[in-house]
């Protein structure tokens, strides 16, 4: 059902649908407290848009009832999903990247308005699994990242950032998921042997960075530091830690390409890909396919392998031509829990005319 979520000075009522809104004029309303405009004429935009017009006074109640019909719903639904998903030639609905998309439908509000086409926001495994979403603190590839003293500070602020997502941080599932992510390195680009000396000075200190506690959305800094100190002793628990889920090793580690065997592809924007598992791919020839090359923790390798594009969107997925390689579903349900990768899959020889194996 959808609600209404402010009123502006001029009287017009903002009625959400999920993270989308219709802005409704009091002139625009019959007698019978019907908004009579035309879906096509509607004034439709986000409710963060929304909120910043002048006179904006935020309110949460239900839509009056029969202030819309079913088919001017049915087009605010339709312009979510061109924002999300894109519509060719509307320069203000370009469309969401692979991660923005994902961040979007895993906060959408829930107004009772199911998104359509059967998207569904993907399960959180961890709390403090859900920067992978976000962009990277640098420009710089992602694989010339040297965390050193002068970092460590921005390393407290990073966890500290993700505490916007987190209700409570006093109880020790939230540390071990905290300890968890660090450990596999799903959501930093830095790794945990880089996080822990800046969370131990932090806890010796007893100090924290302004920054990290305005960014922790309501958290004081006696409750983080206590958090820190807890995760610190669980990160020492765990002692010695593992490689990260995926490592990026050296594409003349591969065997070749024409010994390869594809298992299936991944369509997202080569920058989001990077951002996913943690790597760079690094300076593309012209007259090359974009290679990068993983490890998994079973010293599994794996290639990523760009189509023809300067700024690839689909990969394939392959994996060595040998005898002594895991099964593919295994392969594609780690890449699914550590970097969070939808391997299709289906129609896997029209994917090789688009992106060729050799």
């Not at 958290?219 to 983080?224: D, S």
Request: one cysteine or more; glycine letters at 8%.
């Amino acid at each position: 059902m959808p609600r209404l979520v402010g009123k502006l000075g001029d009287g017009a009522a903002i009625v959400a649908i999920g993270g989308a809104c219709v802005i409704v004029g009091p002139e625009t309303i019959n007698a019978a407290g019907h908004c009579e405009t035309a879906p096509a004429d509607l004034r439709m935009t986000l409710v963060s848009t929304a909120a910043g017009e002048a006179g904006f006074a935020a309110t949460d109640e239900p839509m009056p009832a029969g202030l819309l019909s079913a088919t001017q719903i049915a087009a605010i639904l339709e312009w979510e999903v061109g924002f999300v998903e894109g519509v060719p030639g509307d320069g203000e609905r370009p469309g969401l990247s692979a991660a923005e998309a994902e961040l979007y439908l895993r906060y959408r509000p829930d107004t009772g308005d199911a998104y359509p086409n059967n998207h569904a926001a993907p399960a959180v495994g961890h709390l403090f699994s859900l920067d992978r979403a976000l962009e990277p603190a640098s420009d710089e590839p992602l694989d010339a990242a040297d965390p050193g003293a002068d970092t460590e500070p921005q390393l407290v602020v990073q966890l500290c950032a993700s505490m916007v997502y987190v209700d409570d941080l006093s109880g020790d599932q939230i540390v071990a998921d905290a300890a968890e992510d660090l450990i596999d390195r799903m959501s930093y680009v830095a790794t945990v042997h880089e996080f822990y000396p800046a969370l131990a000075r932090t806890v010796a200190a007893r100090t924290l960075p302004e920054a990290a506690v305005e960014l922790a959305d309501g958290f004081g800094a006696a409750e983080i530091l206590d958090f820190i100190e807890r995760l610190v002793a669980e990160l020492d628990r765990r002692r010695p830690w593992p490689d990260p889920a995926l490592i990026s090793v050296d594409p003349a580690m591969w065997p070749s390409m024409g010994a390869s065997r594809p298992i299936g592809w991944v369509d997202i924007p080569i920058t989001d890909l990077e951002w996913a598992v943690k790597a760079g791919f690094g300076d593309v020839a012209a007259d090359d396919l974009a290679l990068l090359v993983l490890r998994l923790r079973s010293a599994q390798l794996v290639a990523l392998v760009g189509e023809e594009d300067p700024n690839p969107g689909r990969f394939l997925v392959l994996l060595p031509e040998r005898e002594d390689q895991q099964d593919p579903a295994s392969v594609i349900a780690y890449l699914e829990r550590y970097a969070g990768l939808r391997v299709e899959s289906e129609g896997l020889e029209q994917a090789l005319l688009e992106v060729p194996a050799s």
